[in-house]
DNA sequence: TATAGATATGCTAATTTCTGCACAAATTCA
DNA sequence: TGAATTTGTGCAGAAATTAGCATATCTATA
């Protein structure tokens, strides 16, 4: 009852959906554009019901929402706000020292896909 | 390898670690004091062993640094940062709709004791 | 020796995830 | 009209994994 353990309890079940790399993956390309079932498929390699299921879960507490056109459905993010806060979380990580020279440069990737849709030029919108 | 795939892994194990409510809680009190494996016990309600495996966990991504002084052990954030970045996760959250009105309350009341460090004397806001 | 905490062990229980299959909805075309 | 196709959902069941907890033991400080 006491409204910490109430929401304390929701986030760790919020937790929860995002631990799977899967699933950040699919919010990671639902950010940069609304896509299908199929399309998230073969972004993923992985068969069309592992990617339908993983979408329920993050449907099941509305991270995704569905929009159906034509025998398509298309996803897209809710808030789309989730791909950014999500990707803040990569100041908390900790990889194996072993690992740390790859995975900075892995985070600097991320960051700028994450940040841009392409992680080349083409926008100029960060400054600094 | 490709580095999507290592920071989405990356991303999922610190999400991993966070879901579950008594780390959250322990983060949560945390950001108010450095405390003992005691104090903590006694805040949570749980046994000491049990703290102690759960800053286990904590401690294995870094989440929290020990500090050793005489004959009891401190431990904080080491990112105080992190304790924030967790609270605006509750943008994310979707309680069940039976228990909106509850949880928005909660939220309220969390929010209020995470941003500050008091959370206010005894608010009397609940009505119907 | 007593206190504070970490760690090892063992058990249980629960959860998650995947594969394959059947089903449903929208569409296409004969 | 209606059969076949495309697209996606959901279930069932197996399997792995694993997470959490309590007890008990071990270390370090005092």
Redesign the interface.
């Known amino acids: 009852m006491p409204?910490?353990?109430?929401?304390?309890?929701?986030?760790?079940?919020?937790?929860?959906i995002?631990?799977?790399?899967?699933?950040?993956?699919i919010i990671?390309e639902l950010k940069k554009e609304d896509l299908t079932v199929g399309a998230l498929k073969d972004i993923l390699g992985i068969t069309h019901s592992a990617v339908s299921q993983q979408l329920a879960v993050l449907r099941s507490?509305?991270?995704v929402v569905e929009m159906r056109q034509g025998r398509n459905v298309f996803y897209h993010l809710r808030?789309p706000?989730?791909a950014h806060?999500?990707m803040?979380?990569?100041?908390?990580?900790?990889?194996d020292p072993s690992e740390v020279e790859?995975?900075m440069?892995?985070?600097e990737?991320?960051k700028s896909?994450w940040g841009d849709e392409k992680p080349q030029a083409k926008r100029k919108k960060r400054g600094a």
Chains 1, 2 share one sequence.
């Open positions: 409204y910490r353990a109430v929401v304390s309890a929701e986030l760790a079940k919020l937790f929860g995002l631990s799977h790399p899967m699933r950040i993956r990671e507490h509305h991270l808030k706000d989730l806060w999500i803040e979380g990569v100041g908390f990580i900790s990889p790859k995975m440069s892995a985070i990737s991320a896909a």
